[in-house]
């Protein structure tokens, strides 16, 4: 079992930044990807973000790329979400993902085996 814990979420004006904190417990960290999705009312779950175990391999959505950030800290059991110049179509909420041992970047929900509950970002205009 992976419990994974998101904090760092709020209010920001558009054009602001944001940083989410993702805490994994439960099962080594090390040897996982992670990753991090988001989901606006009314709309699926979307792909935005995900690293590899060693966080020399990253991925964005094209609609975050050049303005989000994942990184993980290993020694912590924790990923990063830096989020910069957000603008109103960001407003969700984020969740946290972590795939099974070995398996590198991941851009699917079905790729992914653990979740957090989510923590809500609302970027006003």
């Known amino acids: 079992q992976v419990q994974l814990v998101e904090s760092g979420g709020g209010l920001v004006q558009a054009g602001g930044s944001l940083r989410l904190s993702c805490a994994a417990s439960g099962r080594t960290f090390s040897p996982v990807a992670m990753g991090w999705f988001r989901q606006a009312p009314g709309q699926e779950r979307e792909f935005v973000a995900s690293i590899s175990w060693s966080g020399t391999t990253t991925a964005y959505a094209d609609s975050v790329k050049g303005r989000f950030t994942i990184s993980r800290d290993n020694a912590k059991n924790t990923v990063f979400l830096e989020m910069n110049n957000l603008k109103p179509d960001d407003t969700a909420v984020y969740v946290c993902?972590?795939?099974?041992?070995?398996?590198?970047?991941?851009?699917?929900?079905?790729?992914?085996?653990?979740w957090g509950q989510g923590i809500q970002v609302t970027v006003s205009s």
């Open positions: 993902a972590s795939r099974p041992l070995l398996y590198g970047v991941g851009y699917s929900t079905t790729d992914y085996d653990y």
